[in-house]
């Protein structure tokens, strides 16, 4: 394993960090969800000279962390041991925790060293291997949206959003939205969250008040590695609740955890550089978009429809597409226009990118990028024509295009188990496994008696 190479990277970790005497080992699974084990000082040199044995079922579960046996990683397999290496460079000190403990990124492989093409983050690599045998570079950003919620629910037994740190003051009724003063309540955690990634060597940039109560979003710098723009958001992600837990808040990363408000998008910023380093995206002509950002833009909306399940993974995620809303409800695009699904922002040539404005923060970001660089490589490939350009309120205007996206979580399982394009994408090991995880997921919200069942039927019928 070449992971072997990196023992130096721990070695130098324990000298520098004497007072840390434990380790989050982290992997994560097709959900995003990050699983493994918390290991001692004494264990960390060991582990990256030998890795770290876990069962084939951690990569079959299910978002509750229940076997998922259609996946085929659990008894038919005898759920037989696979191995967790360190990845490079992701030994990281973790800000604000007591006592002092650091945290490790793991993929996973069998028990012989090979790459096991369940793990997502393995299917984005090989997918950035192969782009750059054909000359592409592929440069990426996350934009993270998320909530700060109270610990406890409402008078209804809904979220609330959080007090203030500062002032102890709640925004229920107002968005507050680019509100510099309301972030100034917010500041201890925010200081701490900065803190945080600044340890971790994740790039944190902007932060903002969003466009609802409690809500709030946070940039990351442009990154020359896809991988690492997924590694840093994964990340964040776990940097945020753990500094939220801190200052007695809870950090909600649903795509939709309010009813009446906007929801949360993970928007993905992708531009393609070729061997001189040239924006392949770049026009000639300022008056119109370049050919190739043309078939890019077609490929993305050709496969959008099939690909929605990546985008919006659960039952939650599709109360977030609501016309007005700031979510994408067709596979448009339009230059600077923020109502399409594939926004051009604004830039020179050199920095010209997509934003791919789809995907819900419950997302996993392996597959997201996994996804839209697929379907980009297949627009500019096959030459696919993207539709008209979008301008003004795409949501009060009628769609023209022949490319329909699935209206519901179920017809969206359906598509993607059936869609040729994403069993390629994805490959057919964890296309299977992911299609059976949504499909069990599925089940389970279906059949389940909610409060809402309740409240409409008991004393109506």
Excluded at 404 to 412: G, V
Aim: glycine share 6%.
């Amino acid at each position: 394993m070449k992971t072997k190479n990196y023992l130096s990277e721990a070695h130098n970790f324990l000298k520098r960090n004497t007072q840390v005497k434990s380790f989050d080992i982290v992997m994560h699974d097709c959900n995003g969800v990050g699983r493994g084990k918390i290991i001692r000082r004494n264990e960390l040199l060991n582990l990256y000279k030998s890795g770290r044995q876990f069962p084939l079922s951690l990569l079959g579960m299910d978002i509750t962390g229940e076997d998922t046996p259609e996946t085929g990683l659990i008894l038919e397999q005898g759920d037989g041991d696979i191995k967790a290496w360190p990845i490079p460079s992701s030994l990281k000190l973790l800000h604000n925790s007591k006592p002092p403990r650091g945290e490790l990124f793991m993929n996973m492989y069998d028990i012989d060293g090979n790459k096991l093409l369940t793990d997502p983050r393995n299917v984005l690599e090989n997918k950035i291997q192969e782009l750059k045998k054909d000359g592409i570079s592929c440069f990426g950003a996350f934009e993270l949206e998320f909530f700060l919620v109270s610990n406890e629910l409402d008078e209804y037994g809904k979220l609330k959003p959080a007090k203030s740190i500062i002032g102890k003051k709640a925004s229920i009724k107002k968005t507050d939205v680019y509100s510099v003063d309301h972030l100034h309540g917010m500041m201890p955690l925010i200081d701490d969250i900065y803190k945080a990634t600044k340890l971790a060597k994740v790039d944190a940039e902007t932060i903002i008040s969003e466009y609802a109560p409690g809500q709030y979003e946070l940039t990351l710098k442009h990154q020359s590695s896809l991988l690492k723009a997924a590694d840093d958001i994964l990340r964040l992600k776990r940097i945020i609740r753990a500094q939220a837990r801190a200052h007695g808040v809870t950090a909600c990363f649903m795509a939709k955890p309010m009813e009446n408000i906007t929801g949360s998008g993970m928007h993905f910023h992708i531009s393609l550089y070729d061997k001189k380093g040239k924006n392949i995206f770049a026009e000639k002509n300022k008056e119109k978009i370049s050919k190739k950002l043309n078939y890019a833009l077609g490929g993305l909306s050709k496969y959008m429809g099939e690909s929605m399940l990546i985008f919006a993974p659960n039952a939650n995620s599709w109360r977030r597409f609501v016309l007005g809303s700031y979510a994408p409800t067709r596979p448009n695009w339009g230059i600077d226009n923020r109502s399409v699904a594939f926004r051009i922002p604004t830039s020179n040539s050199h920095n010209r990118r997509i934003e791919h404005r789809v995907s819900g923060v419950d997302a996993n970001p392996y597959l997201v990028a996994l996804t839209v660089v697929s379907a980009i490589k297949k627009g500019l490939t096959n030459k696919i024509n993207a539709d008209k350009q979008t301008t003004g309120n795409s949501y009060l205007k009628k769609s023209s295009s022949k490319n329909k996206i699935p209206t519901d979580w179920n017809s969206s399982i359906n598509l993607s188990k059936k869609s040729l394009f994403l069993k390629e994408t994805l490959g057919p090991e964890l296309h299977k496994a992911f299609i059976a995880i949504k499909e069990m997921e599925y089940n389970k919200v279906a059949s389940a008696v909610t409060e809402l069942d309740i409240e409409l039927y008991l004393d109506s019928i």
